[in-house]
Nanobody
């Protein structure tokens, strides 16, 4: 059974950066699309970024384009979300998702 473990969340100030990691022990990420979602308090879960299995192409929510970068390290079975120029509105629990499986989430809090 696939298990996803997110890490890297924390408390930062506006304008700072964080890198989130999603690890899937024993699972070959490279064959599948992997997504990062987020859910802010009182809001629905939304797609932030996705990396596709074909040529590692990517797509981003408009709200994070130019600030966030999703990448994959297949050798480490890890997908990253590099988040730069963070804003208070980026505060949310961030989840990794692939093949219908969700991780437990990691909290990102951005103070103004």
């Amino acid at each position: 059974q696939v298990q996803l473990v997110e890490s890297g969340g924390g408390l930062v100030h506006s304008g700072e950066s964080l890198t989130l990691s999603c690890v899937a022990p024993g699972f070959n990420f490279s064959r599948f699309s992997v997504s990062w979602y987020r859910q802010a308090p009182g809001k629905e879960r939304e797609l932030v970024a996705r990396i596709f299995a074909v040529e590692d192409s990517t797509t981003y929510a408009d709200s994070v384009k130019g600030r966030f970068t999703i990448s994959r390290d297949s050798a480490r079975n890890t997908v990253y979300l590099q988040m730069n120029s963070l804003k208070p509105e980026d505060t949310a629990v961030y989840y990794c998702n692939t093949v219908g499986v969700w991780g437990q989430g990691t909290l990102v809090t951005v103070s103004s």
